[in-house]
T-cell receptor, first 107, second 116 residues
Framework: KNEVEQSPQNLTAQEGEFITINCSYS?????LHWLQQHPGGGIVSLFM???GKKKHGRLIATINIQEKHSSLHITASHPRDSAVYIC?????????FGTGTRLTIIP | GAVVSQHPSRVICKSGTSVKIECRSL??????MFWYRQFPKQSLMLMAT?????????EQGVEKDKFLINHASLTLSTLTVTSAHPEDSSFYIC????????????FGPGTRLTVT
């Protein structure tokens, strides 16, 4: 069993829909990253959070430390949001990555 | 935000040759750099952690004599894949953090290595 689990693995939605991607982890962490990986592979760090909630534009990330769970939300989704979204848990100064959620937004 | 570059972005090499990948932090001093490998449709896997001026720490199962890592300056780390084989074909990504803030990692764009 992976230490960091994401769901769903694949998600297809219509433009404008509200998107939620979930991440559960079993290790103790000091922080959790949400990353975006576009086709071609480049990775962009979206959020790093250790408690509560963060918002950047149409993206919102939340984390519940007690439940060892984090969510990434995208409001008013757009085709350019299509990418693989990866959560990564930081524990013992190492990142453990989830397998990613492939999001496809259809115009 | 902080910028990390990698060079080359793509490389094709013949089996048995060596290939060097560079990772540079462009606007900050990276005291720690991380090298990851990602196979198709899989997670990133940490290969090694390098601190400037000291030997890299390799993860279990990663051959240090095959994947040579040098972090000679605060802005440059290199990964050399020696005697490459087709099974080394993968996407290699570096990330960098500055100061003591290990959890703020800035990722490079990655290098796709194909060994023929």
């Amino acid at each position: 069993k992976n230490e960091v689990e994401q769901s769903p693995q694949n998600l297809t939605a219509q433009e404008g829909e509200f998107i939620t991607i979930n991440c559960s982890y079993s290790v103790g962490i000091s922080a959790l990253h949400w990353l975006q990986q576009h086709p071609g592979g480049g990775i962009v760090s979206l959020f790093m959070l250790s408690s509560g909630k963060k918002k950047h534009g149409r993206l919102i990330a939340t984390i519940n430390i007690q439940e060892k769970h984090s969510s990434l939300h995208i409001t008013a989704s757009h085709p350019r949001d299509s990418a693989v979204y990866i959560c990564a848990a930081l524990g013992n100064e190492k990142l453990t990555f989830g397998t990613g959620t492939r999001l496809t937004i259809i115009p | 935000g902080a910028v990390v570059s990698q060079h080359p972005s793509r490389v094709i090499c013949k089996s048995g040759t060596s290939v060097k990948i560079e990772c540079r932090s462009l606007d900050f001093q990276a005291t720690t750099m991380f090298w990851y490998r990602q196979f198709p449709k899989q997670s990133l896997m940490l290969m090694a952690t390098s601190n400037e001026g000291s030997k890299a720490t390799y993860e279990q199962g990663v051959e240090k004599d095959k994947f040579l890592i040098n972090h000679a300056s605060l802005t440059l780390s290199t990964l050399t894949v020696t005697s490459a084989h087709p099974e080394d074909s993968s996407f290699y990504i570096c990330s960098a953090s500055h100061g003591q803030v290990i959890y703020e990692q800035y990722f490079g764009p990655g290098t796709r290595l194909t060994v023929t």
